[in-house]
């Protein structure tokens, strides 16, 4: 019956939901036709429409996602402000631009608090709408001489908006995925949704970075049409079902904490370390390996600029775009070792990729040799392909299905503190070894290699103290 014709007795509401899961089917259907079919094939027929609509969604969002991704901002800050504002204020601001995706993580735990007990959708779309806001403020700032350090103070606070707002929707999106789909396929899937957004990300960076060196206020143009397209990303984004959500709600009021503030949200993070040693042993090392891997892009920022006199097309390639090309290749490569892994067990070998990464970096560093960067960022990304999934599924090795959000809160949460101290530690490591006349690039990048050692012989001893534990799958 359609919806004008229906009795008035009919509750408004009712007729609300009816419109809204017809409009929902409807875009899963569209989503499903433009989808690839390749795609698909290994999954339950069942919940494909479910992965077309969010892989479509996943692409469309990170269209915009990319123009607010911190290391291809901090390029553009560390190009577009350079002899408009001092050495070690430029610097310091581009490391925290740089880091602006870690920082944001620090308020994850609010979203996890927030969220607790209540219906995740709305939530989200607010979230997603402010991040295309951001998107269009960007391109409206001041840069350049006319700008000075206004400019970059506010490229500063809007690109920390729009990434706290994407914080949340990490953090809330692993119950979705967890209530939506079986754990046979959840990695699978992971690793398609982070493919499409490591892969956009990749080429709306690079092709934003080169018109950008033909035209400096070529992002005025290229960040609202990224917005426009996002939107649309966000009506497939919300348009998700999520299944069984009032017993996945009642579980929720259910738990101790339940009706705990957002702002107690630090309390989460200090009960879960405490409660499961295991998972604060696992923190610590992933705190040490995470410091060091955010130790490797406002050094890359700086140096490649000062030293190398890349342009903006050559410093995106090697901090984001070779790495994340490299990303989607090595998906599919830790795809199965995870599906059949401990997290601990996972990130035990995983780790290491990180190391031999840093080692490319430093010979770079002591070389001046442009090829091993690229050598470098190309190694860096087979870490990041295991790590994209890790991140999104390794803490649910350890977590009930009512505490899946606060597991993941505290993983990012601690993820925001580093990215705070780390990039301060760099810039002012740099400027002062600059300063003394040292060679600031070879002695962080040094720095930062012992550091990632420490961290990845760290997973080694947890998993051989976690023994049995660590050669099992967790509560997936």
Same mark, same amino acid.
């Given at each position: 019956m359609h919806p004008l014709n229906t009795p008035a007795s009919t509750p408004a509401s009712e007729i609300s939901r009816s419109i809204?899961?017809?409009?929902?089917?409807?875009?899963?259907?569209?989503?499903?036709?433009?989808?690839?079919?390749?795609?698909?094939?290994?999954?339950?027929?069942? /919940?494909?429409?479910?992965?077309?609509?969010?892989?479509?969604?996943?692409?469309?969002?990170?269209?915009?996602?990319?123009?607010?991704?911190?290391?291809?901002?901090?390029?553009?800050?560390?190009?577009?402000?350079?002899?408009?504002?001092?050495?070690? $204020?430029?610097?310091?601001?581009?490391?925290?631009?740089?880091?602006?995706?870690?920082?944001?993580?620090?308020l994850s735990f609010f979203w996890?608090?927030?969220?607790?007990?209540?219906?995740?959708?709305?939530?989200?779309?607010?979230?997603?709408?402010?991040?295309?806001?951001?998107?269009?403020? /960007?391109?409206?700032?001041?840069?350049?001489? #006319?700008?000075?350090?206004?400019?970059?103070?506010?490229?500063?606070?809007?690109a920390l908006v729009g990434r706290v707002c994407w914080s949340g929707y990490i953090t809330l999106r692993p119950t979705i995925w967890?209530?939506?789909?079986?754990?046979?396929?959840?990695?699978?899937?992971?690793?398609?949704?982070?493919?499409?957004?490591?892969?956009?990300?990749?080429?709306?960076?690079?092709?934003?970075?080169?018109?950008? #060196?033909?035209?400096? #206020?070529?992002?005025?143009? /290229?960040l609202p049409l990224a917005a426009m397209v996002g939107l649309l990303g966000v009506l497939c984004i919300t348009r998700l079902p999520i299944r069984k959500e009032a017993s996945l709600i009642a579980g929720e009021r259910s738990h101790k904490d339940a009706a705990m503030k957002p702002w107690q949200g630090p309390l989460v993070v200090l009960r879960v370390l405490k409660a499961d040693r295991w998972y604060a042993q696992f923190m610590l090392w992933m705190f040490v390996l995470g410091f060091a891997n955010l130790m490797v892009t406002p050094t890359l920022v700086i140096s490649l600029k000062e030293e190398l006199a890349f342009t903006q097309f050559q410093s995106v390639m090697v901090v984001s775009s070779v790495p994340l090309l490299v990303t989607v290749l090595s998906i599919p490569l830790w795809r199965a070792f995870l599906d059949r892994s401990h997290v601990v067990h996972f990130r035990a070998i995983h780790g290491w990729v990180f190391v031999l990464a840093s080692v490319f970096y430093t010979i770079g560093a002591i070389t001046d040799d442009a090829p091993w960067y690229f050598v470098g960022a190309a190694c860096m990304g087979v870490g990041f392909g295991g790590g994209s999934m890790a991140w999104n599924l390794g803490h649910v090795d350890f977590a009930r299905p009512s505490e899946t959000s606060r597991y993941m809160a505290t993983h990012v949460t601690l993820n925001g503190i580093r990215g705070l101290i780390a990039p301060i530690f760099v810039t002012t490591s740099y400027e002062a070894l600059k300063a003394a006349g040292k060679d600031a690039h070879l002695w962080v990048q040094v720095a930062g290699l012992m550091l990632s050692v420490v961290g990845?012989?760290?997973?080694?001893?947890?998993?051989?103290?976690?023994?049995?534990?660590?050669? $099992?799958?967790?509560?997936?």
């Open positions: 809204a899961t017809r409009a929902q089917g409807v875009l899963a259907r569209v989503a499903l036709l433009g989808f690839p079919p390749a795609l698909l094939s290994h999954y339950p027929p069942a /919940i494909r429409p479910l992965i077309a609509l969010e892989g479509t969604g996943a692409l469309l969002l990170t269209v915009a996602r990319a123009t607010i991704e911190g290391s291809i901002l901090a390029v553009f800050a560390k190009h577009a402000f350079t002899g408009h504002v001092g050495s070690w $204020q430029l610097n310091l601001l581009v490391g925290l631009i740089g880091a602006a995706a870690e920082l944001a993580n620090i996890s608090g927030l969220s607790q007990g209540k219906s995740k959708k709305p939530l989200i779309a607010g979230m997603l709408c402010m991040m295309m806001l951001c998107a269009l403020l /960007i391109a409206a700032i001041p840069s350049g001489r #006319d700008a000075g350090p206004l400019g970059l103070w506010l490229l500063l606070g809007i967890r209530a939506n789909y079986p754990a046979s396929s959840r990695v699978r899937i992971v690793g398609l949704v982070s493919g499409i957004e490591v892969l956009v990300i990749a080429i709306v960076g690079a092709g934003m970075s080169f018109l950008m #060196d033909k035209n400096a #206020d070529a992002f005025r143009v /290229i990845a012989l760290g997973f080694v001893h947890l998993r051989w103290r976690m023994g049995t534990l660590a050669a $099992q799958k967790g509560p997936r």
